[in-house]
Nanobody, 125 residues
Framework: QVQLVEFGGGLVQAGDSLRLSCAAS????????LAWFRQAPGKEREFVAA???????YFTDSVKGRFTISRDNAKNTVYLQMNSLKPEDTAVYHC???????????????????WGQGTQVIVSS
């Protein structure tokens, strides 16, 4: 049974940092593309970052230079390091995984088969 479980959300102040983790089980982790999406209240879910099987990383423009994504295949875990957080980063963050996705689809949530339940991040000003 495929399972993705996110950890690490919380309430922080603008300028602070947080590291989100997503622990995976039930599939061959190294063969999957991993991504983070977020959904703010009243808004659609949006792409944040993705990391390919070989470690290439991709980010939405609004987080470039502030967020990094990494994976530890030995621990079946993907991380999202978030620095210089802003109030507009407030959202529920979800990790996603897929084994067949191509690079041009990394940004589309509909392209991912597996999702975690999400972890809340609140950034106060």
């Amino acid at each position: 049974q495929v399972q993705l479980v996110e950890f690490g959300g919380g309430l922080v102040q603008a300028g602070d940092s947080l590291r989100l983790s997503c622990a995976a089980s039930g599939f061959t982790f190294s063969r999957y593309v991993l991504a983070w999406f977020r959904q703010a209240p009243g808004k659609e879910r949006e792409f944040v970052a993705a990391i390919g099987r070989g470690g290439h990383t991709y980010f939405t423009d609004s987080v470039k230079g502030r967020f990094t994504i990494s994976r530890d295949n030995a621990k079946n875990t993907v991380y999202l390091q978030m620095n210089s957080l802003k109030p507009e980063d407030t959202a529920v963050y979800h990790c996603a995984a897929d084994s067949r996705i191509i690079v041009s689809s990394y940004f589309r949530d509909s392209a991912y088969d597996f999702w975690g339940q999400g972890t809340q991040v609140i950034v106060s000003s």
